[in-house]
Nanobody
């Protein structure tokens, strides 16, 4: 069982930046692909970004490409989502997730085995 704890959410003005962190309890953290998802009120959970177990491959949703950066530090069991040029439509609860699917990058929530509790990001206009 992998426990994931997110931090770094908050309230920011449009155009600002936030840095989300996710720390895993599992010593074999480097065996998992990691992803960030978000869910706005009344909407489905949607893919934001994912990173391979080595950190060598990443993928982003088109809506955040060029503004968000995902990275990981396997020595610290941590995955980071750096969010720049934030927009009001980025407002959502952001979730960190871990997947045993490591052959390919996956953007499908059902492929992820473990989830954090979420952290709120609110972007004011």
């Amino acid at each position: 069982q992998v426990q994931l704890v997110e931090s770094g959410g908050g309230l920011v003005q449009a155009g600002g930046s936030l840095r989300l962190s996710c720390t895993a309890s599992e010593r074999s953290f480097s065996n998992y692909g990691m992803g960030w998802f978000r869910q706005a009120p009344g909407k489905e959970r949607e893919f934001v970004a994912t990173i391979s177990w080595t950190g060598g491959r990443v993928a982003y949703d088109d809506s955040v490409k060029g503004r968000f950066t995902i990275s990981r530090d396997n020595a610290k069991n941590t995955v980071i989502l750096q969010m720049n040029s934030l927009k009001p439509e980025d407002t959502a609860v952001y979730y960190c997730a871990a997947t045993r699917v490591i052959v390919v990058l996956t953007t499908t929530p059902d492929d992820y085995d473990f989830w954090g509790q979420g952290t709120q990001v609110t972007v004011s206009s």
